[in-house]
């Protein structure tokens, strides 16, 4: 007989999700995924000024802020056939660079690491052969056994002080935790060392952004990042040395600590590698673009469907017909008036809520679909697509990643096994360690064009009477996100975001196809439903972040706070 379970909210993600599955005979037969909030910034949206749409996008969330930014100007941009300057693009490039390293390493270490590593297990591992596993696995100098020993007696005071703070809430002992002591005792120390280097991240993204979260240098038309190598004021050379000094301090972390971390995991939990693969339909985007067109990038983005990596088709360039013509959103099953399917310029976003149900309506997340399929977005999508496309940095470094697992594991790991819960971790460490060197790579683009003596930074845009529409994309953190905006007369008549944890998260559409993360808990094992740890590991993998999905709405009226804007 299935027993129900609900876990509501998950934690550790931004947001509010709540997932719902039918366990039998020790797994998953049926989930529902159900966003618990409704996003409504399309609606505040209607009327503004499209130039002003970016700052008020990037308020989606507090997490991702800078990514909304970028595609809504680029969206701007789309309608009116805009080209930006080199310059712009390098430093666009930089912002994406820069969040999305801060991102990748605070999701892995801090918000998902605890469903493989049982801090308390630590206590009993011998520092000496923590540090031997450690080396064997790189050669980070923070791999010694006075380090190990040190964070052992740390963790030590705060068991025994009772107060475990942000190891507080976790599956100690859980039957699923099988990580052996001295592993432990690295991820610890390891976890601990993740906060200073996403912060050096955040600290490269406020020096070029203006500040973070909501970074303030961009506009429609390029960024509002003066430059002038001997001026103070503006983005000079002691800035940009101090924004490389980070860089290359963030990367050495990335590909000494972190992709051997999760290398590790992937090879100590490689049962798990036959987990969690759900939706192998693939989507990501182009990025990091090369030329003021959008025509030429450094991250590639296409379709792969059905897991066949033969099947990629690359998008190719900021206008790609493929792209533009095949996404469409369904709200069959979403707390929205109708039970259409659209392309984003025919949308609304009109809430009519009503109960949870099974086989209706139970959640305010969208259901996005590619050419009339769920499609599973993020990082491991920007890597498989890359992988197949021949980008030669991806190759390498999955080439590496799967080298490392193998050897650890004891056995050949394809990339076959990248479908699955740690694949997706994974993806996200070797696409952390791409965008590290090609961040390196568009600092030294940036520097030699201004020092050729190109200073531009902005083109003005020219909004005519009549109807514009446009879409910008970008591959976020978390996936390919879309922004699609209807321009009647320099106002905006219609906003759409089709953002990544819709994608994933989506309920499922008019066909009964479930969304990614529906479709990636089934066959998964639970070996006590009430701690459903394994649902956790699963829907972590894909690095939730519901608020770009969903926002609040108390459906009596209530007013629920007032915000005094200065």
Known sequence: MATRITVDPITRIEGHLRIDAEIENG???????????WRGIEVILKGRDPRDAWIFTQRICGVCTTVHAITSVRAVENALGMEIPLNAQYIRNLVLALHALHD??????????????????????????????????????????????????????LVESGQLGPFANAYWGHPAMKLPPEANLMAVSHYLESLDYQRKATQGLGIIGGKNPHIQNLCVGGVATAINPDN???????????????????????????????????????????????????????????????????????????????????????????????????????????DWTRHPFEEDTVPQY??????????????????????????????????????????????????????????????????????????????????ADLALKHWELLVANIERGDLEIFVEPKFPKGRQMGFGF????????????????????NYQCVVPSTWNAGPRDDKDQPGPYEASLVGNPVADPGKPLEILRTIHSFDPCLACAIHLLDVRGKELSKVKVL
């Open 27 to 37: 797994k998953i037969q049926k989930a529902w995924s159900s966003g618990q909030m």
């Open 104 to 157: 990748h390493i605070v999701h892995f270490y801090i918000l998902s690491a605890l469903d493989w590593v049982d801090v308390v297990s630590a206590l009993k591992a011998d520092p000496k052969k923590t540090a031997q596993l450690a080396q064997s696995i790189s050669d980070w100098p923070g791999n010694s056994a006075k380090r190990f020993k040190a964070v052992q007696e740390k963790v030590k005071a």
């Open 232 to 338: 103070d004021s503006t983005l000079n050379a002691e800035r940009l040395y101090w924004i490389k000094q980070l860089l290359e301090e963030v990367r050495s972390f990335v590909q000494n600590v972190y992709l051997p971390d999760v290398c590790a995991v992937g090879a100590l939990y490689a049962e798990w590698l036959n987990y969690g693969s759900g939706v192998t339909n693939y989507l990501a985007v182009p990025d990091m673009p090369l030329d003021t067109r959008g025509e030429s990038f450094d991250l590639p983005g296409g379709t792969i469907f059905d897991g066949d990596l033969s099947s990629v088709k690359v998008f190719k360039s900021f206008k790609d017909p493929y792209f533009r013509d095949n996404v469409a959103e369904c709200i069959a099953h979403s707390w929205y008036e109708g």
């Open 354 to 435: 009503t109960d949870f149900n099974d086989s209706g309506k139970y959640s305010w997340v969208k259901a996005p679909r590619f050419d009339g399929r769920p499609m599973q977005v993020g990082p491991l999508a920007q890597v498989l697509v890359g992988y197949a496309s021949g980008h030669k940095l991806t190759q390498k470094y999955v080439d590496l990643a799967l080298e490392k697992i193998s050897k650890l594991a004891g056995t050949n790991v394809s990339p076959q096994a990248l479908h699955s819960t740690p694949g997706r971790h994974v993806a996200r460490a070797v696409r952390s360690a791409v965008i």
């Open 474 to 493: 970008h591959e976020a953190p978390r996936g390919a996100l879309s922004h699609w905006i209807v321009i009647e007369d320099g106002q905006i008549a």
